[in-house]
């Protein structure tokens, strides 16, 4: 095989696994990192620097569009991105210390935390969970227009939401993924924000939270361009066509079949990592 | 009066097309790497990435990357592409400084001066 041969199946993967992650909700750096690892045998370090890079790509483009249209909560994001860079640098330090088994094993873990998560029933907000202080003092409140009526609402919770950001800003460090579906349970979840407007603020604040990992796993050689662009060319029109796609599939059966691919990726993984065969 | 002009939505918009350019930007950059890297090596074989080596100090450093892509390096090119890439949020949240400066919210000042401070820490090992 020729590098460019090679380069050219990497491209179409990532095209794949960036339609898929639009698809399934999850995102694409969790389709890559597998895609990389166990199609192409890559090490789970280049991996991970390349899945990286193309979350930054991908999210900043969605989130462009998302903060033209006036939902994205710019002061929560800003806020709550104290919380994900601080453990995305921490993640990506730990990163560079613990075996690729290690990696291995809790990127599948959180890969079938995410495929699960996403068959939950969306939540019932019981309850307001009471005034928040800090939201007050900070202003974290906005309103955004459907085409019924204007939406005003607040954040609750403000320090568990903080709490929860950390630990999704930690994860996308270690593991070269934008921890999305983490991102929007804290804010639809705990802060208790409607669910519109924490997708968007999450999409926002994946490009910043994986921008602070990425500085790091640039200065300890964990980047290489030959392998990154094709991912990064790849994953930005895959996740674009199917942000676009996405609207009009109303099949549970396509949603059910991705999700049962990402599962299967899941298991191998965590096999692998496992039995120490990456 | 400046808080008019730095008005929500404005700030929205830049926000939003300082996103969209600096996107653009990178992967064209990374695209003419791409084209300059396969038209000189496209037929050799491919590296093996199953054994992780570690990128050469060239490729870690913004002095080492930008050399390399003024040698016309098609590696280089596309590394440099890449931290345009990386750069994109960075400058978004300066933009975010500047607008809640302007707007007169020094609490977000300085939550905004917190979050650049992390993400120019991440970048300093690659810019010393």
Known sequence: MTLLSMTALLWSGALTAGLVGALTGLGGGVVIVPMLALGFGVDVRYAIGASLLSVIATSSGAAAAYVKEGITNIRVGMFLEVATTMGAIAGALVATHVSTSAVAILFGAVLLGSVATSFREPPGKSGDGGEDRLAGWLGLEGSYRTALEEVHYRARRVPLGFGVMVLAGALSGLLGIGSGALKVIAMDNVMRLPFKVSTATSNFMIGVTAAASAGIYVTRGYIDPALAFPVVLGALPGALVGSRLLPRIHSNVLRLLFAGVIGILAVEMLYKGITGRL | ?128
């Open chain 2, 1 to 128: 009066m400046a808080w008019t002009r730095w008005n929500e939505e404005r700030v929205d918009q830049a926000i939003g097309n300082t996103l969209r350019a600096g996107v653009l930007l990178a992967v064209a950059i990374v695209a003419v790497g791409a084209a300059v890297f396969l038209a000189r090596h496209g037929a050799e074989r491919p590296p093996d990435y199953h054994v992780f080596r570690g990128e050469p100090g060239e490729m870690r450093t913004v002095s080492g990357i930008l050399e390399a892509a003024l040698r016309g390096s098609g590696r280089g090119i596309i590394q440099l592409g890449l931290l345009f890439l990386i750069a994109t949020p960075v400058a978004r949240v300066i933009l975010s400084v500047a607008a809640f400066a302007a707007q007169g919210d020094r609490k977000f000042v300085v939550v905004t001066l917190m979050v650049l401070g992390a993400l120019l820490y991440s970048l300093l090992g690659a810019l010393a």
